[in-house]
């Protein structure tokens, strides 16, 4: 079961993050239930679920899937920007991905094609966690805790973001290779460099996000470990 729940788990983060753009969001959050970017991104998350599954008689829960996706998306959009609800979207979307993978595998014996092992979509999993959600996370975190973003930083953020997507991929290769003293000496050379930084709104808001971003790359590590 656990490798057709990490499969979908992959094809719920292409959909979700690679494949969708700031404008389609916008109108989703705009338009609501009118918006077509909706259901053109649900025909996307069936269309993955149904392919990572390598089965034909799986279109049934790749529907389901698609279909909870877009009623999750639309309930969504009546919501505001804030880390509560995208958490609880998220959360959502992982348990109907459980559900459906449960009672397909009580019917059915799933394996992953080709030789792949399980540890392999665990690995690719972690990146693309480490990657689009846990800025979008990060960020919304800051700011559900009123952690004030510099004003240097409010029209970069994609440069911070590369800079924060860099480390987490740093630290999550470090603990799946289960070298924890490059991670410390990683977590010392951030610090050293932002010494001598005068500025307590600045060092405030880059300590929040680097303590965040090394929990997510920590826990996505762990993960990738407990497949083995």
């Not at 992953?112 to 979008?136: D, M, S, T, Y």
Request: glycine residues 8%; aromatic residues 12%.
């Amino acid at each position: 079961m656990m490798e057709l729940v990490l499969s979908l788990v992959l094809a719920h983060l292409v959909a979700d993050f690679m494949l969708q753009t700031g404008k389609s969001c916008k109108d989703k959050k705009e338009r609501h239930w009118k918006s077509p970017h909706h259901y053109v991104h649900a025909l996307f998350v069936f269309g993955l679920s149904w392919l990572v599954s390598w089965d034909v008689c799986f279109w049934w829960g790749a529907l389901m899937i698609g279909v909870a996706h877009l009623g999750i998306d639309i309930w969504k959009s009546y919501r505001k920007d804030e880390v509560v609800w995208f958490g609880l979207d998220q959360v959502l979307h992982l348990l109907v991905i459980a559900g459906v993978a449960y009672a397909w595998s009580r019917c059915h014996d799933w394996s992953l094609p080709f030789g792949i092992e399980l540890r392999h979509v665990a690995v690719v999993v972690a990146l693309l966690v480490c990657w689009k959600p846990a800025n979008i996370f990060i960020k919304l975190m800051l700011k559900h805790y009123s952690v004030n973003m510099p004003k240097d930083k409010e029209s970069g953020f994609n440069a911070g973001a590369l800079i924060g997507t860099i480390e987490r991929w740093l630290i999550l290769i470090f603990v799946c290779m289960q070298r924890y003293e490059a991670l410390g000496l990683l977590i010392a050379a951030k610090s050293i460099i932002r010494f001598g930084d005068k500025e307590t709104a600045k060092t405030e808001y880059v300590l929040a996000g680097t303590l965040l971003s090394i929990l997510i790359a920590v826990l996505a590590g762990m993960m990738v470990i407990g497949c083995d």
